[in-house]
């Protein structure tokens, strides 16, 4: 129990109290405790992707949000951390991966195939050769097709050798599924992992877009990566464009597609569904045809 083991009161109990590395215990005991559970213990959030030029709705990306009974809300930016660093984020992720299959699954709207859905995963789920069988078992048994499924990897985790990754990725490929390389920029590996694996998206980091209205170095650097996306066939999605200027600037710059909060902000999927049903200007093609 985790409360017993912290030993605290349960309404006394304030996490953020905590000094660090005792927090992360807490967290890994409580998702430990969580993931034996049958019921997904947290949320599916969506956020909408855009095409820049015209605003047209292309997909979104799954967030998830875990409201702790005890704890309150814990961002994922916390506890997926902690989920990576104790061994736990091959669990959580399947059970991610699983509700959200589920859930799309259960959508009637014919649209929803035309959209791309963007999952992240922890690059540890490639040190198992089996995982992508797994991925395809789990599309077939909810009947969605992979050309609607994106898989978003991080890479600021140092992976030494990568041809089992290119292995399982180029499987990957060849079933369907896109494959974007998450926030680029940030790792260290970030043009070797462009130069041995084949993403399908790069996701430009939104440190780059935070300074990209006012800062030249910036747009210089933004300017670089989406030629030499373009150069490799890979397409560029800004994250965290949170200003009119921001989105401008990005597209005159050559980036064809973002996200952030000045476009929509990540919400429980089912509000997702009503904007989606909202949507005049879904596109009219299959997702795959649009890659
Ligand atoms: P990410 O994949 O880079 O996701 C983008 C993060 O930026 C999300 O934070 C999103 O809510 C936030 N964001 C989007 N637009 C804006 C904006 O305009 N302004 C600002 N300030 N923030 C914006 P979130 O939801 O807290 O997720 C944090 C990270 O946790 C994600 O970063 C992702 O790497 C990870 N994550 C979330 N869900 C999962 C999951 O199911 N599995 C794994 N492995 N990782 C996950
Ligand atoms: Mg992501
Ligand atoms: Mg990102
Ligand atoms: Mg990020």
């Not at 909202?278 to 649009?290: G, I, W």
Request: with cysteine; charged share 25%; hydrophobic share 40%.
């Amino acid at each position: 129990q985790v409360l017993a083991s912290a030993g605290a009161e349960p309404q006394l109990f304030k996490l953020d109290l905590l000094k660090t590395a005792e927090r992360r215990r807490v967290l890994a005991e409580a998702l430990a405790e969580a993931l034996e559970q049958d019921t997904p213990f947290f949320e599916l959030y969506l956020q909408p992707q855009y095409r820049l030029a015209n605003r047209q709705l292309m997909g979104a990306e799954t967030l998830i949000r875990w409201q702790h009974a005890t704890f309150g809300t814990l961002s994922p930016g916390e506890f997926i951390p902690v989920a990576e660093a104790s061994h736990q984020i091959v669990p959580l992720d399947e059970k991610v991966f699983d509700a959200m299959l589920d859930w799309l699954a259960r959508q009637a709207l014919p649209h929803t195939q035309r959209l791309v859905w963007a999952i992240n995963l922890s690059i540890r789920h490639f040190d198992d050769h089996r995982f992508g069988d797994w991925l395809l078992a789990r599309c077939e048994h909810y009947g969605v097709p992979p050309q609607c499924i994106e898989l978003e990897v991080t890479e600021h985790v140092a992976t030494q050798d990568l041809s089992q990754v290119r292995e399982i990725m180029r499987s990957l490929r060849l079933q369907g599924f896109g494959l974007v390389l998450d926030d680029f920029g940030t790792g260290y590996t970030s043009l070797r992992f462009l130069k041995e694996l084949p993403f399908t998206k790069v996701k430009l980091d939104k440190v780059y877009v935070d300074a990209i209205a006012e800062d030249e170095r910036s747009q210089l650097l933004v300017k670089g990566i989406a030629d030499l996306a373009r150069g490799l066939g890979l397409t560029v999605v800004a994250e965290g464009i949170e200003t009119q200027e921001q989105m401008d600037v990005l597209r005159g710059l050559g980036c064809p597609m973002g996200q952030g909060y000045l476009l929509g902000r990540p919400r429980p999927v089912d509000s997702f569904l009503w904007r989606l049903s909202q949507h005049q200007d879904v596109p009219s093609t299959h997702a795959a045809h649009m890659r």
